[in-house]
């Protein structure tokens, strides 16, 4: 039985589940404090910058917008919203608990196919075969 791409599919899930872009409730103190690699700005105008090395600048948002490699100044007055990459605990847990399905279901798999799990066992020398069952 071939895991490799159970396994990998495994990991690949792990690595983007535990994080999701969401909005940022307070800016002005998310930004210095989280430091995110990229931000979503959306103007009032309806236009979205994706901002990198963000930084606040008293009322403004300051970062390099990545599409034009230009830096600008969005006011946070005139920003309708700001996104970021952060931690989500509901998409976490439902990844441990797809982990944990996931590892039962392969452990069976590997018990199923090798038929190396005994479920009983006499530890007394001589006693009756320790993988059969009374």
Avoid at 41 to 51: D, R, Y
Avoid at 56 to 71: F, S
Wanted: proline letters at 9%; one cysteine or more.
């Amino acid at each position: 039985m071939n895991l490799a791409p159970m396994l990998v599919a495994t990991f690949a899930a792990a690595a983007t589940a535990c994080h999701t872009i969401q909005p940022v409730r307070r800016p002005a103190e998310f930004i210095p404090a989280q430091r995110p690699p990229m931000l979503w700005v959306t103007h009032e105008s309806g236009e979205v910058m994706v901002l990198t090395n963000a930084r606040v600048d008293g009322e403004h948002v300051v970062g390099t917008w990545a599409g034009l490699q230009e830096e600008v100044r969005v006011p946070l007055s005139q920003a309708r919203l700001v996104e970021a990459r952060q931690f989500n605990a509901k998409k976490t847990a439902i990844l441990g608990g797809v982990l944990g399905v996931t590892g039962a279901t392969v452990a069976y798999l590997v018990i199923k196919a090798t038929g190396k799990a005994t479920p009983c066992y006499n530890p007394e020398p001589g006693g009756p075969n320790p993988h059969q069952c009374n």
